[in-house]
């Protein structure tokens, strides 16, 4: 049935029924609604919900259930959404009623057939709007242009899943959004986090409405369907994570992928913030399920006998700084390039800015900070701040995209700058596939940074894989 197809990714909620049904289904009644009426009845009553209530209705009980299955609610609904009025209906006596075509369709079908057909026609016309949204592609991320348009389309959200030792869930929905050039930052708080000390995971979590209405905005009640989107371990947060920065009230802590953590001064829970980069966000957050991830599709590579550098030139970078409302930098970099000499330690090495070249030395706009809030505080951790990474290949195809909290730290290294006067900073990112090392100058006279060395390692097993070299 479609109710075990969608159950384990589906959220119910029975706040979109009328109060009466509630009412009668509610635990305090001595007498329940689905004993004190007959099915006609019922039915009668169920016809004049809208497909949303009428889902919701049916997890009220198995009785619910299977009369909220009927074929003939379900036609009515199906026959209204998708098909021609004069081929399904026609006034008589002041009712309306299904002509022979509709009757022949309630014949030999299962209960909840015309459930199923509704709701798969349904979510494949919710697909067609997406892939004409997203097709349009930005010549410099690579990226949909339309993807924050596409998001809302599919009344897409996002909500975090902390478990305790114990097992027991609790989930935060409530989130401000905050949408870049390439990714979408989430920030939830809330005044009433689980200790700490008890948690054990969070989970993210992609949330869509099953039936998406487009003339109002996504609501919590009705079916929903959840899509993993990455799991973090808590247990020893302050001792397993990378410690970012602090203010006078919160300390940020932060695991990967783009999770960070505010924690007061007391070890307690301030608020939850994530990046998440667009690259097949989309899909990352629709199309797994509430256990597992969505598998991104394996690359095919397709092998140049003819180019000896193949896989090593023609890349572009596209970076974004940012720290909540303000953005510290955004510029594309073309025409990267590896030379065989420069492929080391398993990594191929893009120079980006280079410390010899002066003229590519670019200054960050504003004083760097991440911005955070919760219901009574605000704040703002300095020499912190999101990094988002687009690496294209020589097609234009993301190849590597990444959105994370990164901090700047005073270099222990002797600095070779002769151009410069002051201190000298780092920023270091790594993942499985690749590292960001950026080296900054704080101009005293002006108050700002400027980078004079961004270099890229790319992981030779990721190149190889991705090209079919072997290198």
Not at 6 to 33: D, I, M, R
Not at 284 to 313: C, E, F, I, M
Not at 436 to 452: C, G, P, Q
């Amino acid at each position: 049935t479609l109710f075990h197809l969608f159950c384990p990714a589906l959220v119910w909620n029975l706040n979109s029924l009328p109060f009466s049904l509630l009412k009668f289904a509610g635990k305090s009644n001595s007498v329940s609604l689905s004993s004190s009426l007959p099915s006609e009845m019922l039915i009668k009553i169920f016809s004049y919900l809208d497909a949303v209530s009428l889902l919701s209705v049916g997890c009220v009980n198995k009785h619910f259930y299977h009369l909220a299955n009927d074929n003939e609610i379900w036609l009515k609904i199906y026959s209204i959404c998708f098909q021609p009025r004069r081929t399904i209906w026609k006034m008589k006596s002041e009712q309306t009623e299904t002509v022979s075509l509709g009757c022949a369709a309630l014949h030999d079908r299962k209960p909840g057939y015309w459930k199923k057909e509704y709701i798969f026609k349904q979510i494949a016309a919710v697909k067609t709007r997406l892939m004409r949204l997203v097709k349009p592609v930005d010549p410099y991320t690579g990226l949909p242009c339309k993807n924050k348009e596409a998001m809302k389309a599919s009344g897409l959200s996002w909500m975090i899943v902390l478990k305790d030792k114990n097992g027991k869930e609790h989930i935060t929905e409530k989130a401000k959004l905050s949408f870049k050039d390439t990714s979408v930052t989430i920030l939830w708080y809330s005044t009433n986090w689980p200790c700490l000390d008890s948690l054990s995971t969070l989970k993210l979590f992609g949330v869509i409405p099953l039936l998406p209405d487009q003339s109002q905005a996504p609501s919590k009640n009705g079916p929903r369907r959840r899509s993993l989107i990455a799991e973090y371990h808590l247990a020893n947060l302050t001792e397993s994570s990378v410690a970012l920065g602090a203010d006078k009230l919160v300390q940020l802590f932060s695991l990967n992928p783009g999770l960070l953590v505010g924690l007061w001064k007391k070890n307690e829970i301030a608020f939850v913030m994530v990046s998440l980069h667009y690259h097949q966000l989309l899909e990352r957050s629709t199309l797994g399920s509430a256990t597992v991830q969505y598998a991104l599709p394996p690359n095919k590579p397709v092998l140049d006998d003819v180019d000896p550098g193949y896989g090593l030139h023609d890349y572009s970078l596209h970076l974004d700084m940012h720290g909540g409302s303000c953005t510290y930098l955004c510029g594309t970099f073309k025409s990267l390039f590896c030379r065989k000499g420069d492929i080391a330690n398993g990594y191929l090495r893009l120079t980006v800015i280079s410390l010899k070249d002066n003229k590519k030395h670019l200054p960050l706009a504003g004083t760097l900070g991440l911005s955070w809030e919760t219901d009574v505080f605000k704040g703002n951790v300095k020499d912190c701040f999101m990094m988002d990474v687009t690496l294209l290949d020589e097609t234009g195809k993301p190849f590597w995209c990444f959105s994370a909290p990164v901090y700047i730290e005073l270099s222990s290294e002797a600095s070779g700058l002769y151009d410069y006067l002051g201190r000298t900073y780092t920023t270091y990112y790594a993942d499985s596939e690749g590292k960001v090392r950026i080296e900054l100058v704080w101009l005293e006279e002006t108050k700002e940074y400027f980078i004079v060395n961004l270099v890229l390692y790319i992981s030779t097993k990721k190149v190889n894989n991705w090209y079919g070299t072997n290198y």
